[in-house]
Structures are given as C-alpha cells and as structure tokens.
DNA sequence: GTGATTTACTCAACTGAGTGGATTTAGGTA
DNA sequence: TACCTAAATCCACTCAGTTGAGTAAATCAC
C-alpha cells in the first residue's frame, strides 16, 4: 500500500511506518526489552508486536539481546538496537574552530575531532569541512555508507541577518547561510545535512545524553560568546528563531542593555582584556579565565543577577520542567553563578510537583553541541515524532526501504 | 476493530477516527467542501472520503449544502457542517461576575447573558451557575441534550497557590479550584466541564472568531484586572501554567517590580482613585476611564513602553506570527497603547516573510473570553488534534458512537 | 444540437494493517 | 513429576483505505 506523504489522511501504510517507529523509538529509549513488554507499552496486540519485531530485525535495525530467566512463564527474549547499523555526524561551527562528532545508533560517541580553520571563504570552508567528514569517518573505522546524515550547529541562525550583520561577516555562519554550505555539503556528500543554532542542538544533547533525559519541557541556555536558548516544549524543539534570550532587553546600572551584551563570553572577555588568539576558544580563554579570577569573580557577580532574572522571566512565559545552563567556561564558573543566581524567584514553578532544579548546570563535554547535532540525522532518520521540523538539505534514508515486497 | 485508546500504537480503528475528525475539521473551518476537494486536502482517496462523508452525514454531523455549477464536469455537492447538531457553553468567570455564552455546532454565538454573583460560598457559586446555564439553554431555545459541555474560564489557574494567596481568598477561582466546581458542575449536568484560564480562552477565541484565524503561533495578551497571556504554539495552546507574564520583573522607575502592578486594570484603577463597585467591570470602570481621560493617558504613557518591552521580549523567546492585545479597556485606550508602543524594538521579529502586525488590537467583544471557553467542549469532542490536552471533568461525548456495528 | 471532454462520484473486488483465539514453548513452583 | 504461568507463534479473521472500472452530469467545441 502506498503511503500518501504529507497529507492529513491517514492510512494503513502511514499506520504501519507509526508503529514501527514507535517500537524503534522504544528499544533506542531503552534498550533490552521484550515483546511482550513493548506490546503492553504501545498497548498493540502481542501479534503484531511480534510482526514489527521481525521487520526490524529483518532490517538490521535490532538484535535479540538474551533471554530474562527468573520470572514465571516462559522467558522473554530481549531486543536492542544494533549500535552499528548507522552513524550520525556533527559538526559544531563556531568562530574560530569546527568540532566533528560521530556517534553510532546506539547514540554513543566514537569518534571526535577538532579544527581550526583558517580559510573563511565560502567555498574553502565547504572544502574543509568535506575533509573534515572524511577524516571523522576514517578515525571512526566505519563505512562511509553507514553514515546516515551530517548535522551542523552554528552559534546563529537566521533565515535572515536582519541584526547586527556586521558581526557575522566573513565568519562562518554567515557562509553557511549566504553560501548555502549545507546544501552544498548535502550534494558533495549524498547525505542529508540538518541545520540547527547551537543552543539547539545543546538541548537536543542535554535531552539524549544529559540532565533533560526523559523531560517534554525544559529550557536550555548556552552561555557562548553570545547568549542563546533552546526551547523544548511538548517534546519537540521551538524553530530556531525562537530563544534568542541574549537580544532580551534588560536594565544593568541604570542603563537598558541587551541581555548579552553583559551575559556572555564575549564580554567577559572584553572586561579581562583579551585580544586575537586570547579569545578564541580553541586557544583556551579558559586559562586566561583561571588567570584573572578576580575579575571574572566580578563578572560573575554582576551577571547573577541578570540570570536569576532571565530564569524567572523564562519560568512565568514557558514554565518549564528544569533550566540548564550550558557553556564552555570552567566548571566553577557554573557553580558560582548558579550559587550567585539564588534566590531564585518566587513564582508558579515552587509548585510541589517538582521533580527536577528550577536550575541546573549541564553536562560538561566539549562536544557538547557536536553531540547534540550529530543525534539530529538519526533522528530524522528514525523518530515517528521527530524533535523538531527541520530543514533538510537531500534526502534522508528510508531505513524501512525494502521490507515491503 | 476495538479502540486501543492512550496507547503508543495505532491499529485501523485509531486511523479511522482520525480521518474522520480530520474530515469533520476540514468542513468546520471552510465551510462547503465536497468530497473531491476534501480527497485532495487529505490526500486520501475520493472512495474514503466518500464512506467518511457517509458517515458523518449519518451521524447528523453534516450535510449537502447545494451543487457547484460553473465548472467543467459533473456539478460537486458541497457538504456543511450541521449547525444545531451540537452546542458548547462557555462561562467566563471574574471577581465580581459571570458570563456565559452558547455557541452552536458552526462556532456561531447564539446566546449570551450576564450575572453579578452576590455568593461568595463555593456551594452557593456552585448552584448559581447551574441555574445560569439552565437560563441559557432555555434562552437559546435549545434542548438541553444538545450541549456537549462546559468551558469555563477564570482569571487564574494554578494547580497550586504558591503565590498572591490572600488575593484570592474568597472569590470564585478559589471556589473553582478548592472547592472542585467543575467536577462538582459536571456530576450536576451530566456533561464535561473543562477549565481554562482566561488568557487561553481568549486565545482560543481569537484563533476562532479573530485575528488569529489560521495562525498557528501566536500570543494573545489579555489585560484585565492582572495581565496575562495565552500562548499557541505549532497550533497548540501551552498549559495552563504558562503565559504568567503579569509577573515578570521590570524596572519601573528605578524600581524592580512586577509587570501588573503597572500594566493591569488593576492598577489603572488604583491610579484613578476607583473603590467599591467603581472597580468592578460590570459597574462599568469604562465610564471612569472615560471621565478621567487625562489621567488615564498618563497611565498609557507609562504603560507603553512596557509593551513595547514585553512584545521584544515574547518575540525573542517565542517568534510568534504576531501577539494580539485584547482587554475590557474602551477601544481608544488600545488604539493609544500600542501607538505609544511603537517603535517596536529592532529584532528577528521584522523578517521579510511577516504577514501579520507585529502587535494589534485584538475583537472587541465583551463576551470574548466566554467565546473561547465556548469553543472548548466542542473542540475536545470533535478534534483529531484538539487545541490542548485539557483536563476534563466527566466524560466527552463520542459524537461516532453507533456509527460501527 | 451533438459529441467530446471533464469532473464527481460509486460499485465491487482487493491489499494489507492489526486482531483474537487456540496452541506451543519453556521456564518456575508445589 | 505434575501443574502453573507467561512468552511467543499459527492462522483465520475483520475492516481500514485503495484500486480500477464504470456511471452521471455538467461544460466546451464545432
């Protein structure tokens, strides 16, 4: 039966694809579990749990995984995904550098590289970044035709630069969008390539790998050389427009600034000095951070403040489950101005039902972002409800092709 | 084929539901639809859409409106929804007064009518608004076992009070949360009753009657007595707890404070020196904003750059297609607020591909927010992908029921 | 006018999704 | 050893939407 794309109708085809990627969607989840046990989660009948069961072992999508002794009844035979059926690219985009990740079905990483790039002309960055691809794949020991897709996270996305366009030229990000590297890279490739702003994709890894595993509803800030928010409510991401908190107006001495020109890196950076090579990230602002405590320590104080604010004001519009806050700087920093944010406001989300912090330092990896964009082709790929309606450069696989005959 | 309801998996019985809501949602927003076009829309084929329309013409759901000539072919029959097949009951509940309105199966209001509650019992509360719908069923002239159920919409809803308690002490959403008068009304009726507040009300409302036809992201700001706002996002209304924006912090004056002890009714009032029945709505405030116009253009002078404020902010988290203001307030005091408002701030939010205003004035009606309480028991009934997950007290009507057997 | 053309709609056979009851399997338990 | 329980399967079944042939009723071209 044909499935009839895009339309509202629904029909046995569309059925069928829901479900398995419903039970797909599970076993990822949570690895190792039984038929029986998926028929009662998706409340099918057991039949037909054991029907999709064999499509996708069929498909190489999962493997039996043992059997669970010890209850009555005969034992249950265990599924999991096979973590290498597919990998999933990312490449974190930022100023001065580009990060490539690449993590296999099972969302675990395997491989990571780093590059600073030098060319910033739109057609060398395309080159580089194939290179780049090629080089990640390599490290990885893996077949490039496993790969299932690249995603690339970049510190702004605009679809257009209606602000501050002076401070994009010539950079990266501005050669994504004005040079249309992604679709450019989809082509070189045959990959589909999925664009996302950073903060994004950091809330897509703080959802798969991190403090947001499980939530519908969370925020998540990366405090980068700007300031900027990913917003997840009812399981799937805002469009990327949305959570650019660091272009919030607020009030600092008396003065009415944006949000960022106080809270972020850069500004940090600009209160301790640092020139050329001192700010970039790579050549590790970190160290000039530990070297200028003191004044970080003041930043740091002037900027809890503005946070406590933002997650008060982020709370009464989005109510969410928890706000984690992500960012490249040292550990202590986080704790500090998280220690500094309290107390945090009084309003609707000191409700009982709370489970997680009204706020909360993320995970700590580098590659963080990377991570995150690198989930975002294999989501594509096999979520029914994917994160996000992203736009997609070529085409993504159809893991389910070839069952049907 | 038995409804596996909440489950994750869908089977035949699940896609037929769907595609018939789908059907049923399609003539609800476009009136005169034939099956032709309806098997476009969905892409299902003109044979099911055929069987669908069958059996929701059986079900006294819709019905011919009249041939298309003009066209090449055989002339279409068109089909519209059945106006008196169904009706929904709105209350919208204030400190000081009710209102309901009736609107039929079409979402056109048919009757309406207002009440000062003089009880303040949650008992008394209770029985006067079971005699206010009975009045308004006997008014519409409708038999009471049309009504598919009750929405009603108050001023505040938080599933706790963790904030302001002594505010609401004593007034009706007190009543309606402690005392659990929508369940209490729904055991009375025998019908639904779902609770919103009014911010979400009136959103739903103006994605309704208003300026919010077919937006799919947008935010209503309703200035009443507090400020609030309602928040549609990918089409859905986010719950309840969301939208708190009359407690966000501003500074005002060198001052911290809370956006609604500037930019509320409340307030405005405060200023004009209003107590007693001068503050009520019903009393009529309007004549005194009226006969105070000097003050009451200071109040707007200070209030606008709070909007203005609060419109940046709402568009830098949340990028809506536009925000829409609605209130009580004579229709001047608006027109004023969002001139002075101007000049929006200078953000994503003036992408080339806007369509809609940045900030405009919401319908005018009075009844607006009873309107959008309205909607929801026939949305909950009849939606494949209803505008909320609502908590409902009783049961919602299957409007399918004995069309399988 | 007349016939070709176009479009709406229907009939009846069909495909294939999940279902349900009987059955087999394989461990625990008395 | 005999019984119980739960997992998994066999197979006939129900009933979604689909398909393709066919009919009805309008407009269009000459």
Chains 1, 2 share one sequence.
């Not at 709370?315 to 920093?333: C, Y």
Request: with cysteine.
């Amino acid at each position: 039966m044909k499935l009839r794309a895009s339309g509202l109708g629904k029909n046995n085809a569309y059925t069928k694809r829901l479900n398995r990627q419903t039970v797909l969607g599970l076993l990822r989840r949570d690895p190792a579990q039984s038929r029986a046990e998926l028929a009662r989660v998706t409340r099918l009948s057991p039949q037909s749990v054991s029907n999709i069961i064999g499509d996708l072992e069929q498909a190489g999508l999962i493997e039996p995984a043992g059997k669970v002794y010890g209850g009555k009844g005969q034992p249950a035979t265990n599924y999991r995904i096979v973590a290498e059926r597919g990998y999933g690219i990312g490449l974190h985009l930022d100023r001065d550098f580009v990060r490539a990740t690449l993590i296999d079905f099972a969302f675990e990483p395997k491989a990571r590289l780093r590059s600073t790039l030098t060319t910033s002309s739109a057609k060398g960055v395309q080159a580089a970044l194939g290179r780049l691809i090629d080089k990640l794949i390599t490290k990885a020991g893996i077949s490039p035709d496993l790969v299932w897709g690249i995603g690339i996270a970049s510190p702004s996305l605009r679809d257009e630069r209606v602000i501050d366009t002076e401070s994009l030229e010539g950079s990266l990000w501005s050669a994504l969008h004005s040079y249309e590297i992604d679709r450019r890279l989809a082509h070189d490739k045959g990959l589909p390539v999925i664009v996302e702003n950073d903060a994004n994709a950091g809330a897509l890894a703080e959802a798969t790998f991190g403090k947001a595993q499980g939530l519908r509803d969370f925020c998540y800030l990366f405090l980068a050389h700007g300031f900027g928010a990913g917003i997840v409510h009812d399981g799937a991401l805002f469009q990327a427009n949305a959570g650019e908190i660091g272009r919030l107006q607020i009030v600092h001495e008396g003065k009415t600034v944006l949000l960022e020109s106080i809270v972020s890196i850069e500004h940090l950076l600009d209160r301790l000095g640092a020139s050329g090579s001192a700010r970039d990230r790579e050549a590790g602002f970190a160290g000039l951070v530990e070297a200028r405590r003191k004044e970080t320590e003041k930043w740091i104080a002037q900027s809890a403040p503005h946070l406590r604010w933002l997650v008060g004001t982020l709370e009464n519009i989005l109510d969410p489950e928890t706000i984690i806050l992500g960012s490249d700087l040292p550990e202590w920093v986080l704790d500090r101005l998280i220690e500094l944010a309290e107390p945090l406001p009084h309003n609707i989300a000191l409700r009982s039902t709370r489970t997680a912090p009204r706020l909360q330092k993320g995970l700590l990896d580098r590659d963080m972002i990377g991570l995150g964009a690198a989930t975002m082709p294999l989501l594509a790929t096999i979520e029914a409800d994917p994160a996000s309606r992203w736009k997609i450069s070529g085409t993504v696989f159809d893991v389910f092709h070839g069952l049907d005959d």
